[in-house]
């Protein structure tokens, strides 16, 4: 069964930094490219960034370009979203998702998310 | 960017109904569309890609239609467990964009 669990959300002020996390089973990790999509409190859902199933592939929603780094480590199943320069509108609940298994840009499997507040 | 409208935001329906959701894009995105269910504090759910294809273990009364620019969700009979919050997803170009939502309630 394919697992993606988040974490590394929290509190965070303004214009500072943090780092989630996505820790993937029951699949090949190194087979599928990954996604970050985000959604604030009450709103639709945003995508915000792709990486490659090697990781030599990235991609940025405008949004967050520059701003958010996007990396995998394969030996260890698991996706990272640094996020630096945090902007109270990145207030969202933010979901690890697969790329589909026909290697098209839609999204197969969703982790539980988890929830990043930034706020004074 | 791709603009996403769906349509209605809210439908009220009465279990055993059937119910028609929308999801218009910008411009053309051939077949490259697909549907998310989300329930309350879940994460979205894949039911359609492809504007047509059923996901794995989506029941059939599920069903996806359209081209190009005009999509449709059908579902056939609503059941208790399918109120929820529906979205449409393009991938034909980038950025990824969803619709904004549409709510089936009861």
């Known amino acids: 069964e394919v697992q993606l669990v988040e974490s590394g959300g929290g509190l965070v002020q303004p214009g500072g930094s943090l780092r989630l996390s996505c820790a993937a089973s029951?699949?090949?990790?190194?087979?599928?490219?990954m996604y970050w999509v985000r959604q604030a409190p009450g709103m639709g859902l945003e995508w915000v960034s792709l990486?490659?199933?090697?990781?030599?592939?990235?991609n940025y929603a405008d949004s967050v370009k520059g701003r958010f780094t996007i990396s995998r480590d394969n030996s260890k199943n698991t996706l990272y979203l640094q996020m630096n320069s945090l902007r109270v509108e990145d207030t969202a609940v933010y979901y690890c998702a697969r790329r589909s298994i026909s290697n098209s840009n839609y999204f197969d499997y969703w982790g539980q998310g988890v929830l990043v507040a930034v706020s004074s | 960017e791709i603009v996403m409208t769906q349509a209605p935001a809210t439908l009220s329906v009465s279990p055993g109904e059937r119910a028609t959701l929308s999801c218009r894009t910008s411009?053309?995105?051939?077949?490259?569309l697909a549907w998310y269910q989300q329930k309350p504090g879940q994460a979205p759910r894949l039911l359609i890609y492809?504007?047509?294809t059923r996901a794995t273990g989506v029941p059939a009364r599920f069903g996806g239609s359209g081209s190009g620019t005009e999509f449709t969700l059908t579902i056939s009979s609503l059941q208790s467990e399918d109120f929820a919050v529906y979205y449409c997803?393009?991938?034909?170009?980038?950025?990824?964009?969803f619709g904004g939502g549409a709510k089936v309630e009861i």
């Open positions: 492809g504007a047509s």
């Open positions: 411009q053309s995105v051939s077949s490259n």
């Open positions: 029951g699949l090949t990790f190194s087979s599928y490219a």
């Open positions: 997803q393009q991938y034909n170009n980038w950025p990824l964009t």
């Open positions: 990486i490659s199933d090697s990781g030599g592939y990235t």
